[in-house]
């Protein structure tokens, strides 16, 4: 199975900064990647897809990169509704995994 | 608007099977793949397998092979997970989410909202 190992585990920002997570697969999958956002008691949402591919709806501050084993997704400006917790998948070959998420907290 | 509705929570006592169900609206139920996720508690997500609703045809996680059962009913667009010998470690939020954009698979949006299902004796 593909691990898939996301740094850090938690981050504290305020309202504006930019905010970087990365998230590492245990060997190539291309560009077979996808973040989710997941607030608390709700199921998570689709942000990105295939690395770099904005979801329909979700606000251009988000962005991702990257291709082979490391990737990243961008908050250029974080809002309010932004504090959560986000979770790499690789979509290369199953089983599908899924990081252990990065939580983002108001500092 | 695309929407995935799943059954209420469940309470099993170990050993016991669940059902859960997924009804999907504002779609071609048959075009999509649908996948179930779990998400014990504090933990990250976990691909438990998907459906292809116009087939029936399965693939599931090694993990559960043995164990799980995905089925639907086209006739009123709803999909199904039912998991057997129950064990405390399968207390989890259960999700199905569809296939985001037919033709790409294994992105998954939108998702249901989850049923939290808790095994205890």
């Known amino acids: 199975d593909i691990q898939m190992t996301q740094s850090p585990s938690s981050v504290s920002a305020s309202v504006g900064d930019r905010v970087t997570i990365t998230c590492r697969a245990s060997?190539?999958?291309?560009?077979?990647l996808a973040w989710y956002q997941q607030k608390p008691g709700k199921a998570p949402k689709l942000l990105i897809y295939?690395?770099?591919s904005l979801q329909s709806g979700v606000p251009s501050r988000f962005s991702g990169s990257g291709s082979g084993t490391d990737f990243t997704l961008t908050i250029s400006s974080l809002q309010p509704e932004d504090f959560a917790t986000y979770y790499c998948q690789q979509a290369n070959s199953f089983p599908i995994t899924f990081g252990q998420g990065t939580r983002l907290e108001i500092k | 608007q695309v929407q995935l509705v799943q059954s209420g929570a469940e309470v099993k006592k170990p050993g016991a099977s669940v059902k859960v169900s997924c009804k999907a609206s504002g779609y071609t139920f048959t075009d999509y793949y649908i996948h179930w996720v779990r998400q014990a508690p504090g933990q990250g997500p976990e691909w438990m397998g998907w459906?292809?609703?116009?087939?029936?045809?399965?693939n599931y996680a090694q993990k559960f092979q043995g164990r799980v059962t995905m089925t639907r009913d086209t006739s009123i667009n709803t999909a199904y997970l039912e998991l057997s010998r129950l064990r405390s470690d399968d207390t989890a939020v259960y999700y199905c989410?569809?296939?985001?954009?037919?033709?790409?698979?294994?992105?998954?949006?939108?998702w249901g909202q989850g049923t939290l299902v808790t095994v205890s004796s």
């Open positions: 060997q190539g999958i291309n560009s077979w």
């Open positions: 989410a569809r296939e985001a954009i037919a033709g790409t698979p294994n992105y998954f949006d939108p």
């Open positions: 295939a690395a770099s």
């Open positions: 459906l292809k609703p116009n087939s029936g045809r399965t």
